[in-house]
């Protein structure tokens, strides 16, 4: 098969979110839950920009492999009003001495880690209805009080 995807960058979300600022529900049968509040944030790109809208979460499962499965959801506004709905599911996982720093709040570099996701966006917009008819993949840098996604549409 030759017809090989392209990458188009999207945009660049940047989520703000509280250290220490968690919920633990603990030890389940599936891993180690917790839930990460979303307090707001931004996002750019070439044809659209706006806010994150404070109120989503970040639910984290770190599974026994030590692999942290993600699904993020929030709300995306447009500066020019657009509500966009976004459900992020992806994976990140590195060595077990690094994953402890990033739990602990330390800020370790991206090289140092995998964070990939999949986006999907959802909105009644025209303007923006572009997001509903695409498969979108992201990468992921996590700070202690910031998380940068990168969004990408698959072409």
Do not use: C
Request: hydrophobic fraction near 40%; aromatic fraction near 10%; glycine fraction near 10%.
């Amino acid at each position: 098969m030759n017809d090989q995807p392209f990458l188009e960058f999207v945009f660049e979300i940047r989520i703000k979110v509280e250290p220490g600022k968690g919920f633990e529900a603990g030890a389940t049968p599936k891993g180690w839950r917790r839930m990460i509040p979303i307090t707001g944030g931004s996002f750019e790109g070439p044809s659209i920009k706006g806010t994150v809208i404070a109120g989503g979460y970040d639910f984290q499962l770190l599974r026994n492999d030590n692999v942290m499965e993600i699904d993020a959801r929030y709300v995306l506004q447009t500066d020019d009003g657009a509500l966009i709905t976004i459900v992020n599911r992806g994976l990140r996982h590195a060595e077990k001495e690094v994953m402890q720093q990033m739990a602990n709040g330390i800020e370790v570099s991206p090289s140092l880690y995998y964070f990939r996701s999949v986006p999907q966006f959802e909105t009644g917009s025209e303007k923006y209805d572009w997001l509903n008819r695409a498969v979108f993949a992201a990468n992921g840098i996590r700070r202690p009080a910031e998380v940068i996604i990168g969004v990408f549409k698959i072409l």
